[in-house]
């Protein structure tokens, strides 16, 4: 039984954002967890995608994404990242929560 691969993921869902289906590339990028790569520096920027499409053309998914990218983040320890992407939403309490939990990390 093959597992589909992280890049095969990603490629499918630069597919779809270079045709500009950007809800489906969202979900696409999502779809890319720790369990297909150990890579942080990858997952960050796999996951900040999605975040930048919804921003720019899925403003009403924005919540979610940040939701769900943003406890992502910091289960890989990327808690400066993370609190920045609450801060653009405006969710304080979380950004605060990530700033504290980076100090305690450093």
Wanted: charged share 30%; hydrophobic share 35%; net charge negative.
């Amino acid at each position: 039984e093959d597992k589909i691969t992280a890049e095969e993921i990603y490629n499918s869902a630069k597919t779809w954002e270079e045709s500009n289906n950007f809800a489906r590339a969202i979900d696409g990028y999502l779809e890319i967890t720790e369990n297909h790569s150990q890579d942080t520096q990858f997952l960050e920027e796999v996951w900040e995608r999605a975040y930048t499409l919804a921003m720019k053309f899925e403003k009403g998914r924005l919540n979610e994404v940040v939701d769900i990218i943003g406890s992502r983040l910091m289960g890989i320890g990327r808690f400066n990242v993370a609190a920045e992407i609450y801060e653009s939403i405006g969710d304080n309490e979380n950004a605060v929560d990530c700033y504290i939990r980076a100090n305690m990390h450093d």
